[in-house]
């Protein structure tokens, strides 16, 4: 059966953190479907609008194996506002799906690491003080995948892939992007 991943995309994401996971996890053959907190085209950190596919009340995690959160601090502080978001959250939890956060965004998941080891960007690593914090480029414990910028994104990406689909969905996935894995 086809992986299922949902992206949520709230105003001030961080456009290469989104498009950069969306684009790899597509090109695995992996379905994504972006939600958004808002109807519309949702405006990221940098101007670019995107149009999200549903919006985020329309959502059951129990279609999807994992949920990503982009960061940016804007979109990452509209992420936390939304009471949708904290419930999807908990049902990856309660469901042991993959939950995938990058920049700021891990800071939403706290309570959920509390003892597991993690990274983020340095901007909100004061918000990880229950987590083992790491300076890795991306952080994999269990089913919790974060990374710290949106310079590690695509190095997250495959990442999720590798989580998803394995070692040789990489590979040839890799073989067209040609990324310094």
Known sequence: MK??????????????????????????GINVVMAGTIAGPIEGAR????LADILIDQVSMSTFDMVVLPGGMGGT?????????RQILKDAVANDKFIAAI??????????LVGRKATSHPC????????TYSEESVC??????????PGTAMEFAFELVR?????E???AVNHGVMASL
């Open 3 to 28: 992986k299922q991943v949902l992206v949520l995309l709230a105003p001030g994401f961080e456009e290469i953190e989104a498009i950069t996971v969306v684009n790899i996890l597509r090109r695995a």
């Open 169 to 171: 969905r990489v590979r």
């Open 103 to 112: 920049c700021a965004a891990p800071s939403l998941l706290t309570e959920f």
């Open 47 to 50: 101007g670019v609008r995107v």
């Open 124 to 131: 909100v690593k004061s918000a990880m003080q229950e987590v």
């Open 77 to 85: 502080e509209n992420l936390g506002k939304d009471t949708h978001v």
């Open 163 to 167: 989580q998803l689909a394995g070692e």
């Open 140 to 149: 994999v414990d269990g089913k919790f995948i974060t990374s710290r910028s």
